[in-house]
């Protein structure tokens, strides 16, 4: 004791008054342990807990201080992130008694520490033992709030002192493992940005190559959503709307009516529209928002999920072996939807002297020279196809990106290593699911809304808004006055079925290009392993899978296009599946159950 004295070391009762939870330890700072034990075992206990003081204060040994053999009442403050602090108390066996093993120098393993969790989860769900691996492992995988506190339980052993001092050295813990992450993230961000812009080779011959990949169509289409994260090609969208709503205010066809019957005037003006607004104020500035974030996401986790550059290729490369399909989509979109369809429906009907088949807010200068003249009709038709036609132009290209983070996804969890970090790719082929549902329901209303407008023209109604109300009115039985069809023909129904079409042929390919190579990663990985509760696990999968969801949710949008204008109180249907549709997309994902560990 003289010696310990001299190295102004405090005695063991002045270490376990300091050191011990108040109800261990009596007033004088005796030790007061649950059971009698052995003097022996006593001892044992004492030195162990002296040893670990030692070594907190003169060495880089366990930080935690320990009352019997498997039982650490409390860390010590440090600075150890999760990772570190988990693996001293694995090693240390903290709380392993917890366990009813029938060897007493057993050691906590994944299956071990999970069944533990298991029995003091209040809900009872426990948790899946690939999470606990991943805990195991040296990585980056941090731990959710609800599995910290089982955890602090089980390191506790039930002591409420025991298990609050866990609960606060996990959360802190985690908290400076998410620092570091994010460090090292911030890190290999600027490195991707490097290697993109000068390439991986330093050969003359490669950087030719990397450059004409990045000149080319392909290469600045996809820059463009790279760039500035898609809200340059947004602020595009929203500048060419207001431009537009200019041009048709002051060439007046943006509140216009003409005489449809003798007894019907019927507003046709740009401001009562019911597809360009939406379209371009919401749902194509949405989905290229949505489309951009998720290609910068993939670019950083594709370099962590690729093993060998050389072998796994570079993004460059990916997207340059897509330029046909990219020089495909601007064909498309100039030729078809601008030339097409601006010269063979505006310039060709403002130009004849037929009537036209349809009415809107352009043609209707040929019933209303005196408001819009033909030429002034033809100055805007020429501006709002171009602007439509870039429109489109981007929407076809960030479909393309959709497809090709789907593909590059597929060949990539097929080809790796069976030990990589399950949880890191299950996370990655969630988000690649949320953002092709959401893309897909909003091409949907973007075709519903197309076809909504061309129906609001070929009928009797006055307004389009009146309509609607008028509709939903007589839908719900308060209204008498039906309403009917003028006879008219447009072809912006052909359109819009097309468009329809592609999304849900598109979220077919893509959905299932990511899931089999999920299921395929997942059988390599853990054949027939079997985790704690796994059938119980299986079917609240099954319940809560979210593809059954988003299945639904097109199926009933699908539905409301079909019958749009088919019966009188479609506009039910319409409302009720714009509800499910905005519930559907805005709904927290089971991801973040499912993996909750990626969400820190």
Not at 62 to 91: C, W
Request: proline share 3%; hydrophobic share 45%; aromatic share 12%.
């Amino acid at each position: 004791m003289s010696a310990l004295l001299q190295h102004n070391i405090p005695s063991i009762r002045e270490y376990n008054r300091s050191y011990l939870p108040s109800h261990e330890r009596d007033d004088q700072g005796e030790i007061k342990l649950r059971k009698p034990l052995k003097s022996k075992e006593t001892k044992s206990s004492i030195r162990l807990s002296f040893d670990n003081y030692f070594a907190k204060e003169g060495s880089e040994g366990p930080k935690m201080v320990h009352i019997d053999k498997n039982y650490v009442t409390r860390p010590l403050s440090g600075d150890l992130d999760f990772k570190e602090l988990f693996q001293e108390a694995i090693s240390a066996r903290t709380g392993l008694s917890f366990v009813k093993t029938a060897d007493t120098s057993s050691e906590w393993t994944p299956n071990l520490l999970a069944e533990a969790i298991l029995k003091v989860d209040p809900k009872g769900r426990g948790v899946d033992v690939r999470t606990v691996q991943n805990w195991f492992q040296d990585n980056d995988k941090g731990i959710s709030s609800e599995n910290i506190v089982c955890l602090a339980r089980v390191f506790g052993l039930g002591d409420p002192d025991a298990i609050a001092a866990w609960r606060r050295e996990l959360r802190s813990a985690n908290k400076r493992l998410a620092s570091k992450r994010k460090a090292r993230r911030e890190i290999g961000w600027k490195t991707v940005a490097n290697e993109n812009e000068n390439g991986t080779n330093s050969s003359s011959d490669r950087k030719d190559g990397s450059q004409n990949e990045r000149s080319s169509l392909a290469g600045l289409s996809e820059k463009l959503f790279t760039s500035t994260d898609g809200l340059s090609i947004a602020i595009f969208v929203w500048a060419g709307y207001f431009l537009l709503c200019l041009m048709s205010f002051v060439f007046e066809n943006h509140d216009l009516t003409y005489a449809a019957r003798p007894n019907l005037n019927k507003q046709v003006g740009f401001f009562w529209s019911l597809s360009w607004p939406i379209e371009c104020l919401f749902l194509y500035p949405t989905s290229f928002l949505l489309i951009a974030n998720l290609v910068s996401f993939w670019k950083r986790e594709r370099r962590a999920m690729a093993q060998s550059i050389e072998q796994q290729g570079t993004w460059n490369e990916l997207i340059f072996g897509l330029r046909i399909p990219f020089w495909l989509a601007a064909i498309v979109a100039f030729v078809v939807v601008f030339i097409a369809q601006w010269g063979g429906v505006y310039l060709l009907g403002l130009t004849q002297t037929d009537t036209p088949d349809l009415v809107d807010w352009i043609l209707v200068a040929k019933l209303r020279p005196d408001i819009v003249s033909i030429w002034e009709a033809l100055l805007v038709s020429l501006f709002a196809f171009l602007y439509s036609g870039l429109i489109y132009w981007f929407y076809f290209t960030g479909l393309l990106l959709l497809f090709a983070i789907s593909d590059d996804f597929s060949r990539k969890a097929k080809s790796l290593d069976p030990n990589f970090d399950c949880c890191s790719v299950e996370f990655v082929s969630d988000k690649l699911q949320r953002v092709i549902f959401r893309c897909t329901v909003i091409g949907i209303l973007a075709a519903t809304a197309i076809q909504l407008n061309a129906i609001y023209l070929k009928s009797d109604g006055e307004t389009s808004l009146g309509w609607l109300a008028s509709d939903f009115l007589a839908g719900l039985g308060s209204h008498i006055t039906n309403w009917g069809f003028l006879g008219q023909s447009s072809a912006s129904s052909l359109t819009s079925s097309m468009l329809l079409l592609l999304h849900v042929a598109l979220y077919g390919l893509c959905m299932t290009k990511v899931r089999s190579a999920m299921r395929a990663f997942q059988f390599q990985s853990f054949g027939a392993e079997r985790s704690v509760r796994k059938d119980c696990t299986e079917r609240w999968h099954i319940i809560h899978d979210p593809l059954l969801r988003q299945f639904c949710v097109l199926g009933i949008l699908f539905l409301n296009f079909i019958f749009l204008g088919k019966f009188v109180g479609f506009t039910l249907l319409l409302f009720a599946s714009l509800l499910i549709a905005v519930a559907g997309v805005c709904w927290s994902e089971k991801g973040s159950e499912l993996y909750p560990e990626m969400n820190k």
